[in-house]
T-cell receptor
Framework: EPEVTQTPSHQVTQMGQEVILRCVPISNHLYFYWYRQILGQKVEFLVSFYNNEISEKSEIFDDQFSVERPDGSNFTLKIRSTKLEDSAMYFC??????????FGDGTRLSIL | GESVGLHLPTLSVQEGDNSIINCAYSNSASDYFIWYKQESGKGPQFIIDIRSNMDKRQGQRVTVLLNKTVKHLSLQIAATQPGDSAVYFCAENQMDSSYKLIFGSGTRLLVRP
């Protein structure tokens, strides 16, 4: 069964540094997402991406965040200057539309 | 506003018993609902979904019930097994431009042997 893959599984970064989280969505999916989950809390929507542009973003997704789909397979989330409060699990998801979103196993981002 | 919440943060059941996990949602415009299971260190895993034109849907050992009148969603797991131990999230989705999911705060299911 096709799955969403994310790399790295764990990223440790100094505060103020840039990080790029990578995802390979399911190949025939059209909608791509990033979500965040702070330890012990619920999963929060960050951004959705469709037709090579952001279709919606949350208040969390400020100017420090950006997403990109540089080729036909990868989908990346960049945090330009990380803060301590960016420490969380970041999940990528994809879907064909009004169907269940499929999630990767996440990247644990630790900001020191 | 948009919010999806859960009544019980932790549910402990005996192996073999049935489990019921509840969820309340506040946005009457939501038209698609999904239950996810999340095991430690893993991403949310799809369990079952239901659209707003239905009030019940059954899968293998799982049933989702939707009561639109009181904006309530439940997940029933029959003959609960140790492998069912996880955190369960309900999520709602509106047929808007992005199909983003709004998650509830989760219920931890503990299965006692």
């Amino acid at each position: 069964e096709p799955e969403v893959t994310q790399t790295p599984s764990h990223q440790v970064t100094q505060m103020g540094q840039e990080v790029i989280l990578r995802c390979v969505p399911i190949s025939n999916h059209l909608y791509f997402y990033w979500y965040r989950q702070i330890l012990g809390q619920k999963v929060e929507f960050l951004v959705s991406f469709y037709n090579n542009e952001i279709s919606e973003k949350s208040e969390i997704f400020d100017d420090q965040f950006s997403v990109e789909r540089p080729d036909g397979s990868n989908f990346t989330l960049k945090i330009r200057s990380t803060k301590l409060e960016d420490s969380a699990m970041y999940f990528c998801a994809s879907t064909q539309g009004m169907e269940p979103q499929h999630f990767g196993d996440g990247t644990r981002l630790s900001i020191l | 506003g948009e919010s999806v919440g859960l009544h019980l943060p932790t549910l402990s059941v005996q192996e073999g018993d049935n489990s019921i996990i509840n969820c309340a949602y506040s946005n009457s415009a939501s038209d698609y609902f999904i239950w996810y299971k999340q095991e430690s260190g893993k991403g949310p895993q799809f369990i079952i979904d239901i659209r707003s034109n239905m009030d019940k849907r059954q899968g293998q050992r799982v049933t989702v019930l939707l009561n639109k009148t009181v904006k309530h969603l439940s997940l029933q797991i029959a003959a609960t097994q140790p492998g069912d131990s996880a955190v369960y999230f309900c999520a709602e989705n509106q047929m808007d431009s992005s199909y983003k999911l709004i998650f509830g705060s989760g219920t931890r299911l503990l299965v006692r042997p």
